[in-house]
């Protein structure tokens, strides 16, 4: 075969044991690669709490990884979450998969517990474990700049090592993979690090083929204004949108409570490019360049870190979004739910949250001391255990990001029936709501948006699984995807044939969750959206959302979906799609 290497490396870090495992060519046609295949040597061990030794960490990467197709330098990393505990992913960029693939290996499954602290390190086909017992406590820069620049790095920081249940885990100093704590997964095993460099080359059906397919997604993201207009992602990144999200009345402001911020004009992409001069920085295989690094090498906030370290817990100060972002980046650990959490305490406390007081408390939670102990669990667990859960603005325990879903109505749809969680990647209805891509729709209404939502599912777990950049879906379609997918691989497939892989991806991710007791009452927003409305203003109501309606929403995407009235997965669909029943 092309594409694929076929061959996983197993790691047992209890037995110090190395083993290759080699996956049948059916499974890989099915299952893609990356979050779908990591999905696939999950699903047996689902239901194993997130901390016992036998709950793998796997880190996957797709069948372009490795090659010129464009965007697809990434790859996915699966646990089950400390946060949600749910089956959990996250697709993270830098340099990780295509060196993993070019040392010859589609993807990584770890289990077991080190004795003492170690890292893993992957030359091609070699493989050792180190200790790492000097590594200790240090922030992810610290250990970043041991190791040289010529392979990946991915490590965890303070904020893992000390339980925080939304650690992350830091690739290649700019890169994390977040939202839902894969950090902490890593550190309970004492995992500090792994370092991998690949000298190989990944195996290519058609690289004429592949070279059309790659011009014509260069083509349909030059056109892109989002991705690559003058105001886009590539010069601006992803805080691009802050202005468009303002506008719109859907900011998230003061933990949830609000939907404008009025100095949000002076926080903006634009305040940040003329404060700090940022150079372009992206992902091994992109040409957007979506990142955007100070002359010093820190990375400026993505949009959701912008706007919840302003608006979301009342911040006008734009040194503290870049320090906030900095601090949480260097001890490892999400941005989004890091400020939602702070929003959460904020409104629980009414303390007033000055710049310094941010800091320290982020410090806190890093560390394991004092209040942020109890912080680093996360809002849900916060709020509940403070008495005032209805303060946890939170999807299945993961905490929302950047989008008020009373601003657009997929959106909350999609924040409820997410597999992970409350996400916006999940489906990214946005790109209908309010880029007007593929297809402009009404942002206030359901109708719809259960097709809308399914369909959009399925698409980015393909993106997920073969890696790509979702982001390259705002202008590139499966169409061009399934020409790059056949071109590398040599499978014949299509946009329909690529979308029903990206279906049993999502299908069998629902089946785990329900497998953990995970069902239609989960699927749910929290309370406030359907009780209170936004800040309305400039013409542009903000009601409180329609619970009747949601409803209606949710019980047409069951049926979409082919789940039950109550949200399961019903054996006939799974059989349909290829999928063995153990619900």
Known sequence: MTGWMNRVLHVDLRRKTVDVVQVEETTLRSFIGGRGLGGWFLAERIALPWNDP???ILIFTGPLVGTTAPTSGRSSIMSRSPLTGLASDSSVGGRLGTELKRAGWDGIFITGVADSLSGIEISDRRVSIRNAGALAGLETTEVLGRFPTNCSVAVVGPAAENGVRFANIVVDRHHAAGR?????????????????RGTGKVPVADRGSLKEAREEIFRLTAASPILMGRHGFSDFGTAALYDLISSRRMMPTDNFRATFFPNASKLNAHALRKKLNPRKHGCRGCHIFCKKITPEGVALPEFETLSHFTALIGNEDL??????????????????????????????????LSPSRVLSLLSDIGHGVGIGKKLGKGSKVYARERGV?????????????????????GMALAYAVAGRGGCHLRAYPISHEILRKPVATDRFTFSGKARIIKIAEDQNAVADSLTACKFTFLAATLEEYAKAFTAVTGVPSSAQELLRCGERICYHERMMSFRLGFGKDDDDLPARFFEEPGSSGNRIEIPPLARDDFLEARANYYRIRGLDPEGRPIREQAERLGLQWNA
């Open 54 to 56: 036998d709950m793998p």
């Open 180 to 196: 839902t704590g894969l950090g902490a997964n890593l550190a309970i095993k004492n995992l500090k690090y792994l370092l991998v």
């Open 319 to 352: 040194d503290l979004v870049v320090r906030a972002n900095d601090l949480c980046n260097r001890l490892g650990m999400d941005t989004v739910s890091a400020a939602a959490t702070l929003a959460c305490h904020k409104e629980i406390t009414g303390e007033s």
């Open 389 to 409: 859960p209805l303060a946890s603005i939170t999807v299945k325990g993961m905490e929302l990001p950047a989008y008020d879903p009373r601003g657009a109505y």
